[in-house]
């Protein structure tokens, strides 16, 4: 541990600390007890590796440049080695802005300390950049294993006096005259490999790399570079090409191209009040596929397979039943059990329905329904466009499934979607353009799999209506900038949205069009009374026998539907229409049928007169249909036994004749579902980033001061009720005070101690612990008492 | 928010609001791209199909016209993705052409190289080619024309045809105008078809596709071969071709079951093409008989499939197809498109109508109820006999009667399906019955005289569905039909389409059983009407008994 940068540290000042952490939260999960901790949390690779993860290419590049030039560094040495690779156009005032600002970034960061002119990089980043900018190690590195004779040999064939030290070595290729007097030396062939790996990967394969060969001797291009020392074996079958080789043959420069600024975004240009009418279209229709989804699920939920999700043969029909695309219907399915739509029924051989909160979400405006679609959309790990390809074991992803998530997933999307919306109003970025800055932008994470992702997020967008012809809508911007919790997206997306309509247009071919959304109530009603033909900008209903009858079955009656159609069509109803409701209402309940379990019959009427004036068959739910036939709702098993009871003598009859009427139910799920903690990316809150650095402080003091442990005083703390202590702690906090208490550690023994309590949160209290001279955390339900210090 | 006429619904039917300003605009620039699929009084629906695309490029529309097209007149955002399709969809045709080649003869060329390999490796069409002609192009034996053409549209790359035609053997024709005139849109067909080649011309019944036809053979002016559905239907051709031309008697052949005659223009019937004896088509030479020049089609979407094979080997001749309707009740509109040729002409009934060139029609449904002993023995009924008791039901009978006494000063036509009701109807009536084992003499000879006013009822089965010209027939009572046939429904209502001398409307009974199949069926076949724009009125045969 760099004693230097745990002394910079130290003299940060708090709201330099507090920057610090509130930008890179995991150094304080858990407090380090004092400002050594930090320093060394700091520098431990998994730390590091995330910083540096979160960094763009402009500052990546200063950090790598300081790694490889010789520490300390001058800010005008550093920003001279940088200006060597300025692409053109790009004036060195613009770099020294930008590098002094992107300086300024790394000591937040703690990635860099130093003064201006002493810039060195934090311990520990150095071991993680092992090849910055792409360059191999050092010579001192490189040669590290090669035996002292080996290193003597090395050493006299790239022309020094003697000597037998990797030192001496460094020294003679960290001359640029030696290593360019090597290179010319060698064969063209030779040249070109290493012209190969001048800008990275700086290392490659090669059979037998620790062969003994001299440069009279070297035969071979690659024998010819490892007899001068102008590549290093670094193990049986691998050659690197040592850092001085490698920057002399890049002409002194450590990148090939930075540009101090991002890459600009090319994309076509679309007229922006279109792209958002397209995109609230597309928002519109996609809120009404959730709807759609849900309605059909709750009358004939598909079930979950054993290990969890969706059936492909339930995607393919819910696919169908859609009209989308397989990936869009997956998507549909994924984000409305993101919101908690549909979850999985409690049961065995459980079925997926939709939730209660379903109901409370139907009945909201459409754009408050689609700001709860397109912000869980962002916020889930889960990835849609993953269903159907397969796991590392094999096992084919479906819908639903639990494996169907990326942790990286949620950022990836803000990325992307910041990305779009950095673009400007009215550009369509192209993928590749996306892809390109992203590049820029976390260079550290590129790869396939985020590639993915970002083709995903683009695809999705679009069908969810964040964007619209590639370009991010007002409402998607103001749903980024807002994170779903003001009513902005929702306010920016209503305009858009086509206004409910209270009229159809009916026809005499019997179809209804509705030449925009209806209002509720009349969209509930056709769906009632009428077929859906074909959905889109309008909706065209056909009213057929069997749907008009379903709307009699409902309770409606006939007269009751003509004057719904008369009052809420345009036009005059037509003839053949109200014919229809007319002669279906006429045949319609002419026939009844209901279920009884059981039935009397008797020839003698009368004998059944008796039966239902017998006040001990009230209990069998009699129901006299004929004068010689009676239901019941009891079992034959009971009827019978209770007919004898009552001194009779009734026969049993065969099943026959018994009517079992299936009936549709619309079912949910048993209880509210367990709602999802949406993943936030806000970083710590600022009164935890304070508490954290004052607790560090605190024990940071103590440690400097070697405070001795106090001994506590001695007899036991005064028992105090619970909140009597809280309200004691919250004083101490706020006063910066001491108080002793009583503690049970977590053996359970009794103890006492003298604490400078720091921050109070979650049932713990985090203080500096004199009698420990540490700081630690203590759970509230333990201590047992509080008392002032004497 | 735009207030166009249309909406665009994500099946691809487009939604066009008859009332709307702009509708006509809008109907104008959909049209090329978009078929007709209903036309009820305010929403018209249209749908965009790949067929519908393909002949949209065929005339020479592209997709950017198509996408303006909607975008401009939508009221709401179009889907991105259906846009793309639309593009995707159109770019596939005329990536294959069929050309002459002056050395290979047929040859098939690519502008897409990776289109002509995937057609390569195609198992059923591989053998249709022959040599490979350089990179882009490959030699088609010329006998396959058609059948190429056919497996290419079912892979989903139709072939545009440009290897040309044969001029075939010249024969002078002529229009002759005197006392009529060539309606506008009838000379607009024909020169649409001339410029496309082949084609179909689709126009409603009445609106006198026969002259469009007569006015193609005048473009032509070449030996012709005309294929009608039966012999009556010949026996019109030839009348009207000798009234509207300059051929005479002479010069037209009629090649049917009993005169076999081959002239510079020959009438053949669509049956006696398709007789076999022995598993032989007897009368295939017909075909090769002559050289001929054009080769017109009536009621292409009555085709039967032997005639679509024939026609296959016939790609070097001009074919031009005529019909009501593009609808095939057994899907087979690929073919008509890749056999005879894209769809060249095409107007809606209601517009004719609008403009008088036929009868504005009234359609009416009449419910009768069955009696209580009918309904019972339907009940019983075997269910392949039920539609035929329901259908003729005596109920039936006296509503129609009831029907015909109501129209005492008009023409009217009775139709039907059964000929035992139909030999009872005339009896009561005391109309004459024309049936399948009518003479075409005796069919003749009534036809004139309903003509004439000598006869104002006449009774017809199924035999007088197609082509028979009946053009004072003001009312017609429709009491039994082929099941749910759409096409039969609009064929019959083309009988009192026809435009009248006193220039009234015309009246259509469909006399059908109540809460039976018979009613199940005639609410198939009325949803073609009403989809059509006939708007159609339902009443109970009480009313009608009771009126009278």
């Known amino acids: ?790 | 928010m735009s207030d166009g006429p249309l909406i665009v619904q994500s099946d691809k039917t487009l939604l066009l609001e008859v009332d709307h300003d702009r509708a006509d605009e809008c109907r104008k620039a959909i049209a090329p791209f978009a078929e007709l699929e209903r036309a009820p009084e305010h929403v018209h629906t249209y749908r965009i199909t790949p067929l519908a695309l393909w002949n949209a490029r065929a005339a020479g529309h592209d997709a950017e016209q198509v996408v303006d097209a909607l975008i401009g007149h939508s009221r709401y955002p179009v889907p991105h993705a259906l846009l793309v399709d639309i593009a995707e969809t159109m770019a596939r045709y005329g990536r294959l052409r069929l050309d002459k080649h002056p050395v290979h003869g047929l040859v098939l060329t690519s502008t897409d190289r990776a289109v002509l390999e995937e057609v390569l490796r195609s198992k059923k069409i591989q053998p249709l080619l022959g040599e490979r002609i350089g990179a882009d192009a490959v030699a088609v034996h010329p006998s396959e024309r058609g059948n190429i053409k056919q497996l290419l549209l079912k892979i989903g790359w139709p072939a545009e045809d440009l290897a040309g035609y044969v001029d075939g053997e010249h024969h002078p024709i002529a229009l002759k105008e005197d006392g009529w005139l060539l309606r506008g849109y009838q000379r607009e067909a024909a020169e649409a078809f001339w410029h496309g080649g082949s084609g179909v011309v689709v126009l409603p019944c009445g609106a006198g596709k026969t002259i469009v036809g007569a006015a193609a053979m005048a473009q032509a002016k070449a030996t012709t071969l005309i294929l009608v559905t039966n012999t009556v239907s010949a026996h019109q051709w030839k009348q009207e071709l000798i009234k509207r031309t300059s051929l005479t008697e002479d010069e037209i052949g009629e090649y049917t079951g009993t005169k076999k005659e081959i002239r510079p223009v020959t009438i053949a019937t669509y049956q006696v093409m398709t007789t076999r004896r022995q598993g032989v088509y007897r009368h295939l030479e017909l075909f090769d008989a002559r050289d001929w020049g054009l080769i017109v089609y009536d009621e292409v979407h009555l085709l039967p499939a032997p005639i679509f094979r024939m026609t296959a080997d016939l790609q070097a001749r001009r074919r031009v197809g005529l019909t009501a309707t593009l609808v095939r009740e057994d899907g087979r509109e690929g073919d008509v498109f890749s056999l005879i040729g894209p769809k060249r002409y095409d107007a809606p009934w209601k517009e004719m109508e609008n403009q008088g060139w036929i009868a504005p029609a009234d359609c009416v449904e009449v419910r009768v109820t069955l009696s209580d002993e009918e309904r019972l023995a339907y009940a019983m009924s075997d269910s392949e006999e039920r539609y035929r008791f329901c259908a003729t039901t005596p109920s039936k009978t006296r509503v129609t009667e009831a029907l015909v006494r109501r129209h005492p000063d008009e023409q009217v036509l009775i139709i039907g399906q059964y000929i035992d009701q139909l030999d009872e109807l005339g009896e009561h009536l005391g109309a004459p019955v024309i049936k399948g084992e009518t003479k075409i003499k005796e069919r003749e000879r009534l036809f004139q005289a309903f003509r004439d006013r000598e006869i104002q009822v006449l009774v017809v089965s199924k035999v007088a569905n197609f082509s028979i010209d009946l053009p004072e027939a003001s009312v017609a009572v429709q009491v039994s039909g082929t099941f749910g046939s759409r096409q039969e429904e609009a064929q019959r209502l083309g009988r009192v389409l026809r435009p009248k001398a006193d220039g009234g409307g015309a009246r259509f009974y469909s006399v059908v059983s109540r809460d039976t199949v018979d009613q199940d069926f005639a609410a198939h076949r009325q949803r073609f009407l009403a989809e059509q724009g006939y708007a159609y009125q339902i009443i109970d045969a009480d009313d009608v008994l009771a009126g009278d």
């Open chain 1, 1 to 790: 541990m760099s004693t230097e940068f745990t002394e910079w540290l130290r003299e940060r000042s708090d709201e330099q600390l507090r920057a610090l952490v509130t930008v890179r939260p995991e150094l304080i999960t858990p407090v380090p007890a004092h400002v050594e901790g930090l320093a060394g949390r700091a520098s431990s690779p998994s730390a590091i590796g995330r910083v540096l993860d979160r960094l763009d290419r402009f500052t990546l590049s200063v950090v790598e440049t300081l790694v490889v030039l010789p520490s300390p560094v001058d800010q005008r040495a550093l920003r001279d080695q940088l200006a060597r690779a300025l692409p053109e156009g790009v004036t060195v005032a613009t770099l020294r802005a930008a590098l002094k600002e992107t300086v300024e970034r790394l000591r937040t960061l703690a990635l860099v300390y130093g003064p201006q002119n002493a810039l060195v990089p934090a311990p520990g980043v150095r071991e993680i950049l092992e090849t910055p900018a792409g360059l191999g190690p050092p010579a001192v590195e490189a040669f590290r294993h090669h035996p002292a004779e080996r290193l003597a040999e090395l050493v006299q064939d790239a022309g020094g006096e003697s000597g037998d030290t990797r030192q001496a070595l460094a020294e003679l290729l960290g001359d640029r005259e030696v290593v360019a007097r090597l290179v010319e030396d060698v064969s063209p062939q030779a040249r070109s490999a290493l012209n190969e790996l001048a800008w990275g990967p700086p290392s490659g394969r090669v059979p037998n790399a620790r062969r003994q060969v001299r440069a009279e001797s070297a035969q071979s291009p690659i024998e010819q570079l490892l007899a001068r020392a102008l590549l290093a074996a670094t193990g049986d079958e691998s050659v690197t090409l040592p850092r001085e080789v490698g920057l002399f043959l890049r002409g002194g420069r450590i990148h090939r191209d930075l540009s101090p600024v991002p890459p600009p975004l090319d994309g076509t240009g679309r007229d922006q009040a279109l792209a958002d009418r397209t995109a609230a279209g597309q928002a519109f229709t996609f809120v009404r596929a959730v709807e759609e989804l849900c309605e059909r699920w709750s009358a004939d939920p598909p079930g979950v397979l054993r290990g969890g999700g969706l059936a492909v043969r339930d995607l393919k029909r819910t696919t169908g039943l859609l009209d989308l695309p397989e990936w869009a219907a997956g998507l549909v399915i994924e984000v409305a059990h993101a919101v908690g739509l549909v979850a999985a029924s409690g049961s065995v051989d459980g079925d997926w329905l939709p939730t209660p909160l379903y109901d409370a979400w139907r009945v909201k405006s459409t754009e408050d329904r689609w700001v709860t679609l397109a912000s869980g959309w962002l916020s889930m790990d889960r990835v849609p466009g993953m269903i159907g390809e397969r796991d590392e074991r094999d096992r084919l992803l479906n819908a639903l499934h639990p494996d169907l998530r990326r942790s990286s997933a949620p950022e990836v999307r803000s990325t992307t979607l910041g990305i779009l919306a950095a673009a400007g109003p009215g550009v369509s970025p192209g993928i590749e353009s996306v892809l390109g800055r992203l590049a820029w932008e976390q260079p550290r994470r590129r790869g396939g799999r985020r590639d993915q992702l970002v083709e995903f997020t683009l695809r999705e967008a679009e069908q969810i209506g964040m964007t619209g012809l590639g370009v991010i809508a007002g409402h998607g911007r103001a749903l980024l900038s807002c994170g779903g919790r003001s009513g902005a997206a929702a306010q920016a997306l209503a305009p858009l949205l086509p206004e409910p309509l209270d009229h159809v247009l009916l026809q005499a071919d019997l179809t209804a069009v509705a030449p925009g959304p209806l209002t509720g109530d009349l969209r509930r009603w056709l769906a009632l009374a009428a077929d859906i033909e074909s959905t889109g900008g309008a909706t065209v209903y056909r009213f057929c026998e069997q749907s008009v009858r379903r709307a009699l079955d409902a309770g409606q009656g006939a007269d009751e539907m003509l004057a719904m159609l008369e009052r809420h069509s345009a036009t005059p109803v037509p003839q053949p229409l109200s014919y229809l409701v007319t002669d279906v209402a006429r045949r319609h309940g002419r026939m009844r049928v209901g279920t009884a379990s059981a039935y009397i019959r008797c020839d003698d009427s009368s004998l059944l007169d008796e039966v239902m004036a017998d006040r001990r068959a009230v209990p069998l739910r009699l129901r006299r249909l004929a004068p010689t036939v009676i239901a019941s709702k009891t079992s034959r098993g009971t009827l019978v036994d209770s007919l004898r009871a009552m001194g009779y003598a009734p026969a049993a009859e065969s099943l026959d004749g018994d009517v079992i009427i299936a009936q549709l139910d619309v079912r949910r799920t048993e209880g509210q579902p367990v709602p999802r903690q949406p993943v936030t990316f806000t970083g710590p809150e600022a009164e935890v980033v304070a508490a954290a650095v004052r607790a560090v402080r605190a024990g940071d003091a103590a440690h400097l001061a070697r405070r001795v442990p106090v001994d506590a005083p001695a007899g036991q703390v005064p028992r105090s009720p619970a909140t009597a202590t809280i309200n004691a702690l919250r004083e101490a906090i706020r006063q910066g005070s001491q108080v002793w208490i009583g503690y049970l550690d977590s053996q359970g023994n009794a103890t006492s101690r003298i604490l400078e309590p720091a921050r109070m949160e979650g049932g713990y209290l985090t203080a500096y612990d004199e009698t420990r001279a540490a700081v630690h955390r203590f759970a509230l339900h333990r201590i047992t008492g509080i008392s002032d210090v004497e």
